[in-house]
């Protein structure tokens, strides 16, 4: 992928978008924080090399490489000057490094806390396994979060267990997440999409009241099974039964509450001010969000090995 500020052959350097890492440069050292300066960016629709709209995540870490300094690595190591002209000098270069991977810039209470956007099922294995009839089927087992051995944040298939899968299938998280974000925005700011949620947001209220109330004889249901079980009027395998159909129809209900909740909490309808919510929206309402338009993601094998960007090859959307 093409390194934002210079031309596909890496040699020259584009003039409008190294003025724009010159200013965020400019701007991040007197103090304006990541998150403001994304925002901002997005507002004026400046995208990335490929033409995204730019993350915290991607900004950081356009910022760190080395290349804008007109350095040469490998392996992540700087080994000498590049042959290419520099976008920021050196010494700029290193007060980006030291204020991009200052801890205090981090929240005390997050040290060490690794925070997954598509954690809880939205993510399942794709892996092909045999299907007992000379065909293939795919593994269907739910990806859990797990970072790499170098501490990257990632999705796998773990195995090993009767609940697990196969433990085929791993996938890094970060531009993973920034592509569905992406996606995700895209479809949430959709005329059709945004008119399709907008007349279930009525719905949803005039059904919450229901809801709540189902909830609840589901529990007064279950109270009194356990006194008829006391009592002796049913057998324990009846009780089981009856639990078991009543957390079935609860945890149904349940979900139609949240997502009336998440119907009911949607933020601006125009791209632009979507994108703005998101950048400072917490992480659970940007999950909120996703479950809007989002059923889940089926994660493939890999089709091309090596390659450092996403390959969306692997990926198969289920929307909403």
């Known amino acids: 992928m093409r390194c934002y500020g210079y031309d596909e052959t890496g040699r020259q350097i584009v003039p409008h978008e190294a003025a724009i890492i010159q200013e965020v440069v400019k701007r991040l050292l007197a103090g304006e924080s990541m998150r403001s300066i994304v925002a901002d960016l997005r507002a004026r629709n ?48 290193r007060k980006l490094l030291e204020l991009l991977d200052d801890p205090a810039r ?39 979060t797990q970072p790499s051995n170098s501490g990257k944040r990632g999705y796998v298939c773990r195995s090993g267990s009767p609940s697990y899968g196969c433990g ?14 992406v996606r995700a925005l895209a479809r949430l700011a959709s005329p059709k999409v945004r008119a399709r949620l907008e007349a279930a947001v009525g719905a949803a209220a005039s059904g919450t009241e229901h809801i709540t109330a189902a909830v609840e004889a589901i529990g007064e249901r279950l109270k009194e099974a356990g006194q008829a079980y006391a009592q002796r009027q049913i057998s324990i395998d009846t009780l089981k039964a009856i639990e ?24 601006a309808t125009t791209p632009d001010a979507l994108a703005a919510w998101w950048v400072d929206a917490p992480l659970e309402r940007r999950r909120d969000m996703l479950a809007l338009v ?5 994660v493939k094998p890999a089709t091309r090995a090596g390659v450092a960007r996403l390959d969306t090859d692997r990926l198969e959307f289920v929307w909403k």
């Not at 149904?252 to 949607?266: D, G, I, K, N």
């Not at 989002?294 to 089926?298: E, F, N, Q, S, T």
């Open 106 to 144: 981090k929240q005390p209470y997050a040290t060490n806390v690794r925070k997954y956007l598509l954690s809880g099922g939205f993510l399942v294995c794709g892996f092909p396994l045999p299907d007992g009839q000379g065909g293939t089927r795919p593994c269907g087992k739910t990806l859990y």
């Open 244 to 267: 078991a159909e009543a957390r079935r129809e609860r945890k149904a209900l349940q979900e139609s509450l949240a997502q009336a909740e998440r119907l009911r909490s949607l933020p």
């Open 168 to 181: 085929r299938i791993r996938i890094a998280a970060e531009r993973l997440e920034e592509e569905v974000t």
């Open 46 to 93: 400046v995208t990335t090399s490929a033409s995204r709209p730019w993350t915290q995540q991607s900004l950081s870490r356009l910022l760190k490489n080395p290349r804008l300094a007109g350095l040469k690595t490998y392996r992540g190591d700087v080994v000498g000057p590049g042959e290419w002209p520099a976008i920021i000098d050196e010494a700029t270069h």
């Open 294 to 298: 989002l059923d889940r993601i089926v």
